[in-house]
């Protein structure tokens, strides 16, 4: 074998100053000047700021305050979590790049990708991706996984002279190839050159939020369009058309991103303590939505730290039997940990060969030729069953393997074959004349605390599947030492095989451990499980993961795994720590239920104030509030306690209903009777407030600040009274969401309501928030009303008058 000698230091040196290095920059994240313009220069900003000057060229500075606060506490808070975010992914990026090994002067050196020149030698190993495009060299073979070019998930065999592509990964063999295109040249910077940087994924709960928004955008869009109309037809001063148009703003709900944003920010600054590396923006998102996880065996279930246990010598002595096993461990090219295993037991020394055809999970066997002194000596070390039909074993060996395999031991078979070795480059294939040489029995730790990790699964609601290249009856084995909860249904990959699409569908959706499957058998399998409505998460470690990893929602590695695989993952494991995943999912529900009631909690003051407009305006001619009461409905009803729901909200599965049916359930009755209240409320003032003045002024001087002053008062008593529906402490409030049994939320409503009654009855606030004076008989009776509002809303809850309005079950 010609030893390769690569470029020397010298020539290296040249063309880095002649620019042939690769040294092209992908892009990680948005720069900051980006984030700060996509956050500031937005139509709502806009539509706030115009107002705010507007009311400084009136001569009102509190207001425009007011206003200008509304709009950079949103501001600041995005601009913030998006500069931790850019800097986290640089971060990331920085941990997870991959590394070249290259020739030069006839030794190996590892190296930044960056420092890669035109014309290096680099290595491939299994699992090494495939850094800048070139041409095999020398002896070898590999198999390339170029689906992240093509979307072919089949693997390409590679040899010398042949073309391999930077953006594909090795899966199989080892090879040398000449670097001969770097940098901004290369098939991976041309395709992908924003495949990594910061990305606004949106996951299904935020799509279902920015519909939300947009719908209560163009509301305010067709309310502005009728005060500028009303503005021009009728004598309404400009103060009073601009106080309009700040409360119409108010119906875009700016703090509902604002809520979002803490959710998020909390759920990151967790997780970041407990060894989880996010890689992508939607992973939160994703967990909360996982209910089926699939797991692969080795490297997640166990620790991947192979041992060779046993030797049993088929009609040869043990002592030939581990020479021949340690020079085929050590000739091989395509290292592995079961080939470091043998290595460890049986030392060998590496001799020359004709050919070889490398492991992959998809063969279950591997072969080499020894270029022997007389004739060529090829040794074959294979899965049992791949050639079982092809060897003859007697009964007692044959039943030591399934011993040994139903112990949730791993076996191979050891062989040699006299025949002479035709491969086809494409699909390689196995001789039939085999004689066995020797059993080799491994043995694989499950991982500490795995027991109490496949629970901590179970308690999240989540449905688990073992998919693993190992037999069946090896990985069912260890999934009952692992404690696996379910009852075991085993199905191999040899039987999927055979069936048809919908039998394979039935057969994902009803085993729960499957073994002897190829990587495109996991793949399909979580495919499968996708197309039936399931969010799917994969775990896994090596490069036969990857494509299973990529169909999944969500792509779970370790941290010691291949580079393709942390490269391909949403979220990989640091220090391995697989006991961390069941607390993530619990957490990712935390966030989205947190979300769920937030959301709830605008929707009903959103509906209430739009419906309040068109009310108003219709059965008075009148405008219901003016800036500062919304601000105050805003904050104090809805603002504070959606600060506090996202941080303390429980995980769980909430019951699976469409985001109509959950707005029919708990927000249109809610909407609707808290609006008629208020427009009862209003009228009852406005009446009694027409009453008290002389017949000849009742239509040019009433006044509107008891009206609007009591509208507020009950709005926000009954916002807050609306907390614990939400979240019932006692029996007494549960009506349409299930017993929380946390008085936090209650208790908080309650210390609000303290806090508008200060603001009320302090005048100097009072009157910054332009409210009128309330007495307090006026007050107590407003809270009854409120507390009768919280009886009738029950009585409808209870007794499911909607559904039965609509002819529909809306649990």
């Known amino acids: 074998m010609t030893k390769i000698q690569g470029l020397s230091l010298k020539e290296v040196k040249a063309k880095q100053l002649a620019g042939e290095s690769n040294n092209a920059k992908l892009p990680t994240s948005r720069s900051y000047t980006q984030i700060f ?75 930044e990708p960056a420092e890669i020149v035109l014309g290096d030698i680099l290595i491939l190993r299994p699992g090494d991706q495939i850094l800048v495009d070139g041409e095999v060299v020398g002896e070898g073979k590999i198999e390339v996984d170029e ?75 067709f309310l502005w369009i009728l005060i ?40 990151a600054v967790r997780m970041f303590g407990q060894n989880i590396l996010i890689q992508q923006t939607n992973a939160l998102e994703s967990l909360s939505n996982v209910d089926v996880l699939c797991l692969d065996k080795t490297g997640t279930l166990t620790s991947n730290q192979l041992n060779l246990q046993e030797i049993i010598p088929i009609d040869i002595c043990e002592s030939d039997l581990r020479s021949k096993l340690g020079n085929y461990a050590a000739t091989t090219k395509g290292g592995n940990k079961t080939n470091e295993a043998i290595l460890l037991s049986c030392p060998g020394y590496q ?14 066997w591997s072969l080499i030729t ?31 393997i399934q011993q040994k395999i139903e112990a949730g031991l791993r076996v191979l078979l050891f062989a040699r074959t006299p025949d002479a070795i035709i491969e086809d480059p494409d699909i390689p294939q196995l001789p039939e004349n085999i004689i066995p040489l020797g059993i080799l029995v491994f043995n694989d730790q499950l991982r500490i605390g795995v027991k109490e990790t ?7 609601g989540i449905t688990l599947k073992i998919i693993s290249g190992d037999n069946p009856k090896t990985v ?65 470690d090596g490069v036969n993961d990857v494509l299973s990893l990529k169909m999944a929602n969500l792509g779970i590695a370790m941290e010691s795994g291949s580079n393709a695989t ?43 104030i739009s419906l309040l407009i068109f009310a108003t305006a219709i059965v008075t001619d009148s405008f219901p509030l003016m800036n500062k009461h919304s601000a105050i409905v805003t904050l104090i009803g809805v603002g504070l306690p959606t600060t506090f729901i996202p941080i303390w909200a429980q995980p769980g599965e909430q019951p699976k209903r469409s985001m109509i049916r959950s707005i029919l359930n708990f927000i249109l009755p809610a909407t609707i009777t808290i609006t008629l209240v208020a427009l009862m409320v209003y009228l009852y003032y406005l009446i009694d407030a027409i009453i008290d003045l002389p017949p000849t002024a009742r239509m040019h001087q009433v006044s509107y600040d008891s009206p609007r002053t009591a509208l507020v008062t009950i709005l926000v008593f009954c916002e807050l009274l609306l907390i614990p529906f939400l979240k019932p402490p006692t029996t007494a409030w549960v009506a349409s969401e299930p017993l929380s049994g946390d008085w936090r939320y209650t208790i908080l409503s309650g210390i609000l309501i303290v806090v508008y009654l200060l603001i009320l009855y302090i005048p100097p606030i009072r009157e910054f928030f332009e409210l009128a004076p309330l007495s307090p008989i006026n007050c107590l009776w407003l809270g009854l009303i409120a507390l009768e509002w919280c009886l009738v809303i029950r009585i409808i809850w209870r007794s499911k008058f909607l559904d039965r309005f609509l002819g529909v079950d809306l649990d």
């Open 476 to 540: 069912a084995a260890i999934a009952s030492q692992a404690g696996f909860s379910d009852e075991i249904k085993i199905i191999s990959g040899t039987e999927l095989a055979e069936m048809d699409e919908a039998q394979f569908n039935s057969a994902a959706k009803n085993y729960n451990v499957f073994g002897r499957v190829t990587p495109q058998q996991k793949a399909q399998l979580v495919k499968s499980l996708r197309d039936a409505g399931h969010y799917v998460a994969m775990t896994g």
């Open 228 to 267: 500028t109309i009303s503005f021009f037809i009728r004598s309404q001063s400009l103060n009073e058309i601009i106080q309009r148009a700040a409360v119409i703003a108010g119906l875009i709900p700016a703090g509902l991103l604002i809520a979002i944003t803490i959710s998020y920010v909390t759920g």
């Open 147 to 221: 689906s992240l070019l093509t979307g072919e998930s089949d693997l390409i065999p590679k040899v010398e002279n042949k073309p391999v592509y930077s953006g594909s990964f090795c899966v199989s063999g080892s090879v040398c190839y000449e670097a001969k295109k770097v940098g901004v040249d290369t098939i991976a910077y041309q395709l992908m050159v924003g495949a990594r940087e910061f990305r606004q994924v949106y996951t299904p709960l935020q799509m279902e939020i920015n519909l939300i928004i947009r719908v209560f955008l163009l509301i305010a869009c």
């Open 37 to 111: 313009r996509e956050n500031l220069f937005t139509f709502v900003n806009a539509v706030f700021f115009a107002i705010s000057v507007i009311f400084l060229f009136l001569r009102r500075p509190t207001d425009a305050i007011f206003v200008a606060s509304i709009v950079f506490s949103g501001v600041i808070i995005g601009i913030v979590q998006e500069i931790w975010a850019k800097q986290k992914l640089e971060k990331i990026a920085l941990l997870t790049r991959p590394v070249a090994t290259v020739v030069r002067d006839g030794e190996e050196h590892t190296i």
């Open 566 to 608: 942390r490269g391909i993952a949403d979220i990989v494991l640091l220090k391995d720590s697989f006991d961390t995943l069941p607390n993530t999912f619990l957490e990712g529900q935390r966030i989205r239920n947190g979300i769920r009631d937030v959301m709830k909690l605008f929707m009903v003051r959103l509906s209430c």
């Open 370 to 400: 020894f270029n022997g002194e007389k004739d060529p000596e090829t040794y074959i070390l294979s899965a049992p069953e791949k050639i079982l039909d092809k060897i003859q074993l007697d009964a007692k060996n044959y039943d030591y």
């Open 351 to 364: 001799k020359p060969t004709v050919t070889e055809v490398a492991f992959s999970s998809d063969r279950k």
């Open 454 to 460: 496949l629970q901590g699964f179970v308690k999240a």
